[in-house]
C-alpha cells in the first residue's frame, strides 16, 4: 500500500535523499579512489542509482512524462544555451 504515499512532492523528495544516499558513497574520496571501487562499494553505489532512476521513473510515470523526450529536449536546450557562449 505504498502508493497512497508515491505523490510527486513525496517522489520528488526521495529523489533527492536517494541522490544524496548516492553522494555518500563518494564523500571524502579522491578522484583517484572515486574511480577504482572494488566490486562491493560498486554494488553499493549500483543500488543507489537503481534506487534515484526508480523514484525519477515513477514520478514520470505519474506526471506523464516521457523521461527519453525529456533528456533530449534539455540536450537541445543546453546546445542552445551554450552556442551563444
Known amino acids: 500500500d505504498w502508493q ?3 505523490t510527486p ?8 535523499v536517494e ?3 548516492l553522494l555518500a558513497e563518494f564523500q571524502w574520496r579522491s578522484v ?6 572494488n566490486p562491493q562499494q560498486i554494488s ?4 543507489e542509482v537503481a534506487d534515484v532512476i526508480m523514484y525519477l521513473t515513477e514520478l514520470c510515470a ?5 523521461m527519453a523526450d525529456a533528456v533530449q529536449t534539455k540536450i537541445d ?5 551554450f552556442q551563444k557562449i
Open 9 to 16: 512532492k513525496n517522489l520528488a523528495a526521495a529523489v533527492a
Open 4 to 6: 497512497a504515499y508515491h
Open 77 to 81: 536546450k543546453n546546445k542552445q544555451r
Open 62 to 66: 505519474q506526471l506523464n512524462i516521457n
Open 44 to 47: 553499493q553505489v549500483a543500488d
Open 19 to 21: 541522490a544524496s544516499e
Open 32 to 37: 583517484e579512489e572515486s574511480k577504482a571501487l
